[in-house]
């Protein structure tokens, strides 16, 4: 079975910096292209970020392009996002997933003075 764990959610000032972790387990992790995604409160979830297998091919939504970096360790079985220069409008659910409709549990990100 597939199972994806987020953590290093928290809150965070304004202009602040999280690094959030989905360690992955129940199939061939190498094998698949990974994503982020987040739904704030009161909306629908969005796209975040995505990585291929190897980590060579690399996409951001709009919002967060040059401010949060997408990367993975095949050995860990593990994604990662680095969110730098946090806002308010970041706050939300941040969810991994893999291809198909397989989303981890979630992690919260509150940007709040």
């Known amino acids: 079975q597939v199972q994806l764990v987020e953590s290093g959610g928290g809150l965070v000032q304004p202009g602040g910096s999280l690094r959030l972790s989905c360690a992955a387990s129940?199939?061939?992790?190498?094998?698949?292209?990974m994503n982020w995604y987040r739904q704030a409160p009161g909306k629908e979830r969005t796209f975040v970020a995505t990585?291929?297998?190897?980590?060579?091919?690399?996409n951001y939504a709009e919002t967060v392009k040059g401010r949060f970096t997408i990367s993975r360790d095949n050995a860990k079985n593990t994604v990662y996002l680095q969110m730098n220069s946090l806002n308010p409008e970041d706050t939300a659910v941040y969810c991994c997933?893999?291809?198909?409709?397989?989303w981890g549990q979630g992690t919260q990100v509150t940007v709040s003075s």
């Open positions: 129940g199939f061939t992790f190498s094998n698949y292209r």
């Open positions: 990585i291929a297998r190897s980590g060579t091919s690399i």
């Open positions: 997933n893999i291809r198909g409709d397989n």
